[in-house]
């Protein structure tokens, strides 16, 4: 067993994040993705003395240190180890008909990347394992040497917007025949032998594959898709949800969703009045993405690639907004 780090969370456009969830004493909020806490801990402080606050992860280890760092908050915190597309049924579970506000901050956590056994990064040798709730799932591992070269090529087109594709993923065929391929290294050098030389690049060769296969490992888009849905059902009107993603394919699904949900009419043009009866569900809160700022980017470089978007519950007609 490697050796474990501990677990950090430096919670990413923290002030934006408390600035767009307009907190009050007294509300109820879903940390969808608790992680190490980071945002959970000045979300408690804001809605002191009685808010409550739900926690969810799909990693024990971020429970585990959530639990510590937020022990002093008492019973104002539930933590609860399940994915927030089941954020509905855990907060009827725990007596919730709705909540105040909700955030999801998507994607791998420092953590998990600088924890050498967990697979995720190439910058240490590892057994390839990416999963996020490491009792259940398939491993990275296990992908790359099962799936066909077809199937890893669109993996890695969809999910990494990688342009050498269908080549790295012949590589891995022809390379697996040999002997299976088991370690992060092996597979980053696999990949970046793969890759056409040319002008020095940004990044490692190899970053879209790793991208496009934690994506794939841990159905991060398809449970995006649910948590947007099940998070919108669960808001009070007047309630917000705020969203952090980290590469363009999640925040194209945030941003698609959200504009989705502020249309209202859908009747064919040819018709002189409306029949669907459609009415907006949201109204948006943040045009634009909102990104970290040059100060915070230098104490916090993983905050680069941050978007924040945020939008608030509209009430059905004649439904009016609390706000206790």
Same mark, same amino acid.
């Given at each position: 067993?490697?050796?474990?780090?501990?677990?950090?969370?430096?919670?990413?456009?923290?002030?934006?994040?408390?600035?767009?969830?307009?907190?009050?004493?007294?509300?109820?909020?879903?940390?969808?993705?608790?992680?190490?806490?980071?945002?959970?801990?000045?979300?408690?402080?804001?809605?002191?003395?009685?808010?409550?606050?739900?926690? #969810?992860?799909?990693?024990?280890?971020?429970?585990?240190?959530?639990?510590?760092?937020?022990?002093?908050?008492?019973?104002?915190?539930?933590?609860?180890? !399940?994915?927030?597309?089941?954020?509905?049924?855990?907060?009827?579970?725990?007596?919730?008909?709705?909540? $105040?506000?909700?955030?999801? $901050?998507?994607?791998?956590?420092?953590?998990?990347?600088?924890?050498?056994?967990?697979?995720?990064?190439?910058?240490?040798?590892?057994?390839? $394992?990416?999963?996020? $709730?490491? +009792?259940?799932?398939?491993?990275?591992?296990?992908?790359?040497?099962?799936?066909?070269?077809?199937?890893?090529? +669109?993996?890695?087109?969809?999910?990494?917007?990688?342009?050498? !594709?269908? @080549?790295?993923?012949?590589?891995? /065929?022809?390379? %697996?025949?040999?002997?299976?391929?088991?370690?992060?290294?092996?597979?980053?050098?696999?990949?970046?032998?793969?890759?056409?030389?040319?002008?020095?690049? %940004?990044?490692?060769?190899?970053?879209?594959?790793?991208?496009?296969?934690?994506?794939?490992?841990?159905?991060?888009?398809?449970?995006?898709?649910?948590? #947007?849905?099940?998070?919108?059902?669960?808001?009070?009107?007047?309630?917000?949800?705020?969203?952090?993603?980290?590469?363009? #394919?999640?925040? @194209?699904?945030?941003?698609?969703?959200?504009?989705?949900?502020?249309?209202?009419?859908?009747?064919?043009?040819?018709?002189?009045?409306?029949?669907?009866?459609?009415?907006?569900?949201?109204?948006?809160? +943040?045009? @634009?993405?909102? @990104?970290?700022?040059?100060?915070?980017?230098?104490?916090?470089?993983?905050?680069?690639?941050?978007?924040?978007?945020?939008? /608030?519950?509209?009430?059905?007609?004649?439904?009016?907004?609390?706000?206790?």
């Amino acid at each position: 067993m490697m050796e474990d780090t501990a677990f950090r969370h430096e919670p990413v456009l923290l002030h934006e994040v408390l600035d767009l969830l307009h907190l009050f004493p007294g509300a109820v909020v879903v940390d969808g993705t608790v992680g190490g806490g980071g945002h959970s801990q000045h979300i408690l402080a804001a809605t002191a003395p009685d808010g409550r606050l739900l926690g #969810l992860d799909r990693d024990a280890r971020a429970l585990a240190a959530a639990a510590e760092r937020l022990a002093p908050f008492g019973k104002r915190v539930t933590l609860h180890q !399940a994915n927030y597309a089941a954020l509905a049924a855990v907060l009827r579970a725990e007596g919730f008909a709705s909540c $105040d506000a909700i955030l999801l $901050d998507l994607g791998v956590s420092s953590h998990q990347l600088d924890c050498q056994e967990r697979g995720f990064s190439f910058q240490h040798d590892a057994p390839l $394992d990416m999963r996020m $709730d490491q +009792t259940e799932g398939i491993t990275a591992e296990q992908v790359v040497n099962e799936l066909t070269a077809a199937e890893l090529g +669109t993996i890695f087109k969809e999910y990494g917007e990688e342009r050498w !594709a269908k @080549r790295i993923a012949r590589r891995i /065929e022809q390379t %697996r025949a040999d002997a299976p391929i088991k370690t992060t290294l092996q597979l980053a050098e696999l990949v970046k032998s793969a890759v056409p030389a040319g002008k020095p690049q %940004r990044i490692h060769p190899a970053t879209r594959v790793f991208q496009a296969l934690r994506i794939y490992v841990n159905d991060e888009l398809g449970y995006l898709k649910k948590g #947007l849905e099940s998070s919108l059902e669960m808001l009070r009107p007047g309630g917000v949800l705020a969203v952090i993603s980290f590469h363009s #394919l999640e925040d @194209r699904i945030v941003k698609q969703f959200f504009r989705a949900q502020t249309q209202t009419c859908e009747c064919p043009p040819r018709l002189p009045v409306c029949v669907c009866a459609r009415q907006a569900r949201v109204k948006l809160l +943040t045009r @634009r993405g909102i @990104r970290a700022g040059s100060a915070e980017i230098e104490h916090n470089p993983r905050a680069r690639s941050a978007t924040l978007r945020g939008a /608030e519950k509209l009430p059905h007609p004649g439904q009016g907004v609390s706000n206790a």
